[in-house]
Nanobody, 127 residues
């Protein structure tokens, strides 16, 4: 099982940007598809973005499409979430997740598919 740790959260004004990082350790990072999820107070955890281990396939929630970009650096065992044009409704705890796969283009949006999770990082967007 891979160990994950998020960083980069914080407080930002609406329209601003943040870049989240998720560092992985413990197993071969390049064998994992990665995802970002978020959970706002009183709401269920929701999918944000996902990337295959090759980096060739990505998928985004409609609510963040065009504003957020997921990327990865397998040499650095890190996945990133660049968040631009932030809105107050983006306020949540953001979690990264990993799913082992043999397929270089495998991407999943399903929360239950991911076997490893980080502890989360808080993102707060003020209006």
């Amino acid at each position: 099982q891979v160990l994950l740790g998020e960083s980069g959260g914080g407080l930002v004004q609406a329209g601003g940007s943040l870049r989240l990082s998720c560092a992985a350790s413990g197993r071969t990072f390049s064998n994992y598809a990665m995802g970002w999820f978020r959970q706002a107070p009183g709401k269920e955890r929701e999918f944000v973005a996902a990337i295959s281990w090759s980096g060739g396939s990505t998928h985004y929630a409609d609510s963040v499409k065009g504003r957020f970009t997921i990327s990865r650096d397998n040499a650095q065992n890190t996945v990133y979430l660049q968040m631009n044009s932030l809105k107050p409704e983006d306020t949540a705890v953001y979690y990264c997740a990993a799913e082992a796969t043999y397929s270089s283009d495998y991407v999943t949006l399903v929360h239950a598919s991911y076997g490893s999770w980080g502890q989360g990082t808080q993102v707060t967007v003020s209006s």
